[in-house]
């Protein structure tokens, strides 16, 4: 009885986690290897319909705007879920949140939404509505269009849980005191938190 207990022993000692180091090495070799990375966004286009001062602290503004979402992972899929787009100014949002539909995104392919921004009188801080007001027909300015929302990757059958991600896509727009129609082209790239 006594070699068999220390046959049992030696073989817990060291069987049982040689197994558990394998299957943790396994683990990680499969993480490393396909190790998702964030999508890159890109605002393609934007038009300004509107962008006035409407009242004392007031705004009202339509944008519509071209964003492009690439998926650059070559083995991991991507699902949007539950995406919102705004528009700021002066770091201020002026408009309420657009709901974007819900995408599934292939590895390394990429999705285009074009949200139609409005906000009619939404409230804003009074050097925001000065700002519009007083901006002369050949000045710039910047404003944001920001998307949040939650991801899940996918690799193979399996799918990961919600991870909550933030993009930011700054660019400059010239404005005709705060009212007429602009189009403009982005001047950095967005940036994905």
């Excluded at 050949?138 to 991801?151: E, H, P, Q, W």
């Amino acid at each position: 009885h006594g070699w068999k207990s220390k046959k049992l022993y030696r073989w817990i000692l060291w069987g049982v986690p040689s197994f558990l180091s394998v299957v943790l090495l396994t683990i990680l070799i499969i993480y490393l290897v396909l190790l998702p990375s964030k999508p890159s966004f890109v605002l393609q286009d934007a038009s300004v319909v509107q962008l006035k001062a409407t009242g004392p602290g007031l705004i009202s503004s339509s944008i519509q705007a071209s964003i492009v979402s690439h998926n650059s992972n070559n083995r991991v899929g991507i699902f949007y879920d539950t995406l919102e787009a705004h528009v700021a100014y002066l770091d201020q949002q002026i408009t309420p949140p657009v709901l974007l539909p819900q995408t599934y995104q292939s590895p390394d392919e990429s999705s285009v939404w074009t949200p139609l921004m409005c906000g009619t009188d939404v409230p804003a801080a009074p050097y925001v509505v000065a700002s519009i007001q007083q901006t002369p027909s050949y000045a710039s300015t910047s404003f944001s269009v920001r998307i949040g929302g939650k991801l899940r990757w996918q690799v193979g059958s399996w799918t990961s849980g919600h991870y909550g991600f933030y993009v930011q896509c700054d660019a400059y727009l010239p404005l005709s005191g705060g009212r007429g129609s602009h189009s403009f082209l982005p001047t950095y790239p967005c940036q994905t938190n």
